[in-house]
């Protein structure tokens, strides 16, 4: 089977892994099983070694997020064999293949930052990440994309990429892991906030409505659970608005507790400015906890508004108090919210997504795409069609 030459800038063991690796991993792992061999480079972590195996998968670690990208070029080419195809996977810098590698390219867009950039990093490097997604529409011109929602798809469309070479495949769940409780929490009420901490994921919105939201609700807990960049400067708001005795910020956890923990929660909050595609909102409705988001790239693909949670627009702090005091008091709709939402999460499979991921894999290297072609958003065509 062909050989699956993979770039990310981290891997599954990264302190700051977050969804794309999470897609990287599961879907790797799956296509190793179908008899693929495959090949990961990425940037060195601490502790880690500079080459290992995980689950069949070769990793394959050099550099750091600078000195990555300089010596990516040579170790692509050094690593290329005839049956080689790369897969991109975009949600930081572009890595640019096809410009020194002559092999099929095929990249995966979780998101690109756009002026989001801005906010995430400093203003130089921001600089860099913005300029880079400004050639992606003339180093991946004739490239077949998977896009991981309709929000990513419009924005690479809106970048220059044609609509028919964008094919939407969303992140999957593990919804035999990730399931309800045996029973509802019997505790206070306890929001949750999930995912790694940055300053994009607009965490001080949350904590803002969570002052309102106590104001009504003396009780009411809230558990940020992540780790990240902008974890002291959350902290930091916690103490100033006096918020100590109801917030717990756990920082990085391992799954199992991540899934303790929303078997504890009633409720998901995220006010993020944009996601590719929200796969904690996804974990947590496999979980059948309800989330309230903002209406916003990425966030209004995973959370069906109204039906598996409820989208307010993004910023309105005031919004966000009222309809998440409104969800904790009416457990009738909540628990509406919560089953609904364990149904749409069990139509993303992982091994549905890495099927998916086969057939364009095939497509682009001219092989012999397996099975019908899956659709997973009833939008699909409008999408397509620039509906």
Request: net charge positive; hydrophobic share 45%.
């Amino acid at each position: 089977m062909r050989h699956l030459l993979i770039l990310n800038e981290r891997d599954i063991r990264h302190p700051n892994a977050g969804g794309a690796e999470v897609n990287l991993f599961e879907v790797t792992r799956r296509l190793v099983a179908k008899g693929y061999r495959a090949t990961l480079l990425c940037t060195r972590v601490a502790g880690a070694p500079a080459e290992e195996v995980i689950d069949a998968i070769r990793i394959v670690r050099m550099g750091n997020r600078f000195t990555y990208y300089l010596r990516l070029p040579t170790q692509v080419r050094r690593l290329l064999t005839p049956d080689t195809v790369i897969i991109e996977h975009l949600c930081k810098l572009p890595f640019c293949s096809p410009v020194y590698a002559r092999a099929p390219v095929l990249p995966i867009t979780h998101h690109l930052f756009g002026t989001t950039a801005f906010r995430q990093v400093p203003w130089a490097v921001a600089a860099v990440v913005v300029a880079s997604e400004w050639l992606i529409p003339y180093v991946y011109r004739d490239r077949e994309f998977i896009a991981v929602s309709p929000s990513t798809k419009l924005d690479l469309i809106a970048r220059g990429i044609r609509r028919e070479r964008i094919r939407i495949v969303p992140n999957g769940v593990d919804c035999a892991r990730f399931h309800p409780p045996a029973r509802e929490p019997d505790g206070p009420p306890t929001l949750l906030c999930l995912g790694r901490v940055e300053p994009y994921k607009r965490i001080d919105l949350i904590l803002r409505a969570f002052a309102q939201v106590r104001a009504q609700i003396p009780d009411v807990q809230l558990i940020i659970v992540g780790g990240g960049t902008g974890l002291a400067a959350v902290r930091g708001d916690v103490q100033q608005l006096g918020l100590n005795a109801s917030v717990t910020c756990t920082g990085f956890v391992s799954e199992g507790e991540k899934i303790s923990a929303m078997h504890t929660a009633h409720l998901v909050l995220n006010a993020s400015e944009k996601e590719g595609w929200g796969l904690t909102v996804v974990e947590a409705g496999a979980c059948g906890i309800p989330t309230v988001a903002g209406n916003v790239p990425g966030l209004r693909d995973a959370v069906v508004d109204g039906h598996t949670g409820i989208l307010i627009p993004h910023g309105d702090v005031a919004a966000l108090a009222r309809v998440t005091v409104d969800v904790l008091r009416d457990h009738t709709r909540r628990r509406q919210l919560g089953r609904a939402a364990r149904r749409w999460a069990e139509r993303f499979s992982w091994d549905g997504v890495a099927d998916a991921t086969a057939q364009c894999i095939e497509e682009i290297a001219g092989g012999e795409p397996q099975g019908e072609r899956m659709t997973w958003f009833e939008n699909d065509s409008a999408v397509a069609s620039g509906g």
